[in-house]
């Protein structure tokens, strides 16, 4: 009941939201063919003539940690290729903008979509199994404000914290590059609030400083600070057997808010690397799995709506 | 779910992988009676492993004053009332651990706490007696007679650790060598189900490079048989580590670890109701509350504090005691001197790291220095 009146609430907003064709009913998300790039921009007017699906979610709760109660009941999803690439537009209602990771009890807002890697199997559910692998493409909100606004860091979660020092003052450089003059173990240039080394951003740190960032120093995907896009590409055999493929992979994504929604679009190669999920063949047949994660409830890794009917078909108009 | 071994609860319980104990356990030792709150070891273990940008509020050791004092703040209050009221019998545990009655989505009981429950590290710690509960105090529940105790923990480096188990990725594991519990930096994706399930608190996040961080018992001079910065550090003297056997049918009588917890049972473990089978141990302080004690080092306390108001008859246990602080260098074996009346420390080949007196020499100092003339008293 609770599910039915969170679609037809969706069902509303989302004709104000993104005018639409039509809704399909055949539970398969249609690709639309179109000629051109593939957009980006979750606003391109491209996606107003595809077809969408709203695709039910419902809370993981097989394998722990999992979730009690769902966090998000449905999600919106249409698609477009154009022979090369293949493009997803994915919307849900969030009330809470969840885009930070740099505090310890935030989680930050994320969507996933799971693909096959090899058309035709039907790898478990269940983040596939060692047969089959699947590929996923990831994006986070945190990532997004990295990209938009540099990596996040101390300084950004908390404006008003200050820390005297970290280490290796004598080679410390100041926010604007320049080095902070250290005589007799004293800090010799008086230095300006805007030049404190908690405001020095680790993008200007030398290696020897950066050994002091443990999973930058050994660099987990976790803690990059030069990403290019808000998407990661992964690949697991079961559940914790997620890897990280690559962070500046061929897949891309862009996410933004709109009126209370994330509107999230993921791009992806119809043919990428051997590891990837391939859009090829099978008469266009092909199949995808959705994750949503809400951050302002805990969300995150196995906490998470998964969509509760399975695989959904994907099907790649000619 | 599979049951394993805890003896510290005398009885089998549920742990989400099968038992595997290491070779030998590295375990602290840690005498509540002289610590003094210094925090000299929190600044060894800060300036040593956690002064880099992120973890501006991470202690992997900390000092907090008991009752009152927490970090993070009410960290062992909210876990017991996360496990409720649980029964002792003699020396089982009758309650459940953080293992057992789990809810279906969770593998481990616990909770995660709030950002600020890290930005004041021992709030609390002057909320002692029943006068101090006027305006702008912060405790306003019950109060205790005039008793307090000073609390140094680390992680505990666990026999079964709720981290580990809580790990989705399976990023944290615990070494065969050594029993040293570590979370693989580059494995880890911030999930922060360690954080939330490790019931001692001390896994914790780090802001910066977004994954999570833990005490390393600083391995690297581990390795080289030498002790922790936390305990070489102390000023209180009131630490040592040494390797216990992790196989009880094979106990050595003549290795601190073992003598302090096994043959005089002096040595207690921290909450050991929650399930972990932690592997620091703690020499209760005499003279606080016996409920409060037994809550939390569990139903050994009468007798810790028993033998500890004998060490001065019992050399052996006396020695034992001397060693804390006394050497860098992680002792095998130990004996009492009776010829010298020392307590002596052996390394694994046999060889002597050091003697201690077990009785300081006394020098009494004449009033009137004839050397240089000058009266040296305080009576002027
Ligand atoms: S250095 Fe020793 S005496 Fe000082 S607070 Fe730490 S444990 Fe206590
Ligand atoms: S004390 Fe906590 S962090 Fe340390 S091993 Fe035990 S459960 Fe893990
Ligand atoms: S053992 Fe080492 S890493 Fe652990 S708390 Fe002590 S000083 Fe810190």
């Known amino acids: 009941m609770k599910i039915f009146v969170g679609i037809a609430a969706m069902c509303l907003m989302a004709s104000f939201a993104t005018p639409s064709l039509a809704h399909d009913d055949t539970a398969e998300i249609k690709s639309k063919a179109i000629t051109g790039e593939v957009p980006l921009d979750p606003n391109s007017d491209v996606w107003n003539d595809a077809k969408y699906l709203i695709v039910g979610m419902g809370p993981q709760n097989l394998v722990a940690p999992g979730l009690a109660k769902g966090t998000v009941s449905s999600v919106k999803v249409k698609s477009v290729h154009n022979g090369k690439d293949i493009a997803f537009l994915l919307e849900w209602y969030d009330p809470t903008e969840d885009d930070t990771e740099t505090m310890m009890n935030k989680f930050s807002d994320a969507v996933a979509m799971m693909f096959p890697v090899k058309p035709g199997t039907e790898p478990t559910y269940m983040m596939g199994d060692p047969d089959n692998p699947v590929e996923i493409i990831y994006w986070k909100a945190a990532w997004q404000k990295d990209i938009d606004k540099g990596y996040q860091d101390v300084r950004d979660a908390y404006p008003n914290y200050n820390y005297d020092t970290y280490p290796m003052l004598n080679n410390m450089i100041d926010a604007r590059g320049n080095p902070i003059e250290v005589k007799d173990g004293e800090i010799y240039k008086p230095v300006a609030p805007e030049d404190r080394a908690i405001n020095t951003p680790i993008g200007k740190y030398t290696d020897a400083q950066k050994g002091y960032l443990p999973g930058l120093a050994v660099n987990n995907p976790r803690s990059r600070i030069d990403r290019t896009k808000p998407v990661e590409e992964l690949n697991a055999i079961g559940f914790g057997t997620l890897t990280t493929e690559a962070v500046e992979g061929h897949a891309n994504g862009k996410g933004i808010r709109s009126f209370g929604y994330w509107k999230i679009v993921l791009t992806h190669p119809l043919k990428g690397e051997v590891q990837d999920a391939s859009f090829i063949g099978n008469n266009g047949h092909f199949m995808t799995a959705i994750a949503v994660w809400d951050g302002d409830k805990g969300n995150r890794g196995g906490r998470k709506n998964f969509s509760n009917g399975g695989w959904i078909p994907l099907w790649l108009e000619p | ?380």
């Open chain 2, 1 to 380: 779910m599979a049951t394993v071994r805890n003896w510290q609860l005398g009885r089998d319980m549920e742990y989400p992988y099968e038992g595997n104990r290491p070779k030998r356990q590295i375990t602290m030792f840690f005498d509540l009676n002289k610590c003094i709150a210094c925090q000299t070891c929190t600044m060894a273990c800060k300036t040593t492993w956690t002064s880099g940008k992120g973890q501006e509020a991470v202690f992997w050791n900390n000092v907090e004053s008991k009752p009152y004092g927490f970090y993070p703040l009410a960290w062992d209050v909210k876990i017991l009332d996360i496990l409720g009221s649980q029964p002792w019998s003699g020396s089982t545990y009758k309650g459940k651990t953080i293992f057992e009655d789990t809810a279906m989505e969770e593998k481990v009981r616990g909770f995660l706490p709030d950002e600020l429950d890290y930005m004041s590290p021992n709030l609390g710690e002057d909320e002692a007696i029943g006068i101090q509960t006027t305006e702008g105090d912060y405790i306003k529940g019950p109060t205790h007679k005039n008793w307090g105790f000073y609390l140094p923990r680390i992680c505990n480096h666990c026999t079964y650790p709720g981290c580990l188990a809580a790990c989705p990725r399976k990023a944290i594991y615990k070494r065969q060598d050594d029993g040293i519990v570590l979370i693989d930096q580059s494995k880890c994706r911030g999930y922060r189900e360690c954080v939330k399930a490790c019931p001692y608190k001390k896994a914790f996040y780090n802001n910066t490079t977004r994954v999570s961080e833990k005490c390393i018992s600083c391995y690297p001079k581990i390795e080289k048989g030498e002790m922790s910065q936390c305990v070489t550090n102390c000023i209180g003297r009131i630490r040592i580590q040494a390797y216990k056997s992790t196989d009880l049918a094979k106990i050595r009588k003549n290795n601190v670890a073992d003598f302090l917890v096994h043959v005089r049972k002096i040595a207690l473990p921290l909450y050991p109701q929650f399930g972990t089978e932690p592997n620091n141990y703690y020499i209760p302080p005499i003279h606080v509350d016996l409920a409060y004690l037994t809550q939390m080092f569990g139903p050994g306390v009468e007798n810790a504090i028993k033998q500890y108001r004998n060490a001065g008859n019992d050399k052996e246990l006396l020695s034992a005691l001397i060693l804390f602080g006394n050497t860098e260098k992680i002792s095998d074996t130990f004996k009492y001197d009776e010829k010298t009346d020392e307590a002596v420390s052996y390394d694994a080949e046999g060889k002597e790291i050091v003697r201690v007196p077990c009785t300081e020499p006394i020098y009494i100092r004449k009033v009137l220095n004839a050397k240089s003339g000058a009266f040296l008293t305080n009576n002027s």
